[in-house]
């Protein structure tokens, strides 16, 4: 005698199977909010990091502090790492940091590189279809530049035109937010904290 399934024992399992895909379902969305804060504050650390690894100080040189690590982020969601390195005021393709990754390409997101050598994932917008906003004490900067000096400590703001190493005001005062939405879910908060650089999501 053969053996088989009733329609009764099909039609519950069809229904723990529709359960479970429901409840499971969700998790596998994508957190583009999340995912492009994530990236930025891997890619900010990294910059305090080269700063504090590759400390620019030169007794030698007057305006040694010009060559700090910094990043710039815009508005439009592109951002680049980089470090002044000759000095002109001004970052080029060849004072950029070498994307890890990708030996060809440099930590720029098209603010400084062509579609072709730029990497991808550093247009936020781009990349994640997010939007950002900056807010507490880096509130209206456009584009949002970081610089770090020896110490791992955030110095805002353009230090092209600086004539000393640390000017009145440049040291980070107050918590700086940047706002990343638009995404699939909720917005998603960078805090860069004053003194220390401290940063994190919250």
Known sequence: MKKAFTMLELVI????????????????????????????????RYAQHLAMVEDQYDP?????????????????????????????GDL???????????NNKRLDGGVIANDGNKTQELDLNGEYDVSISFGGGCAGANPL??????????????????AVSYPANR?????????????????????????TGYAFIQ
């Open 13 to 44: 399992v069809i229904v723990v199977i529709g359960i479970l895909a429901a409840t499971v379902a969700p998790a596998f969305q994508r957190d583009t909010n999340g995912e492009a804060a994530q990236q930025f504050l891997n890619h900010l």
């Open 60 to 88: 030698n040189t007057a305006n040694w502090f010009l060559a700090r690590w910094q990043m710039r982020l815009h508005s439009n969601g592109q951002y680049t790492i980089g470090s002044d390195a000759n000095l002109d």
């Open 92 to 102: 080029v393709w060849s004072e950029l940091a070498t994307n890890p990754l990708d």
């Open 145 to 162: 530049i970081i610089t770090f000096d020896h110490l791992g400590r955030p110095l805002l703001g353009d230090i092209s035109g600086d």
């Open 171 to 195: 040291l980070l005062a107050n918590a700086c937010n940047i706002t990343f939405s638009g995404g699939s879910e909720g917005n998603v908060v960078v805090t860069i904290t004053p003194e």
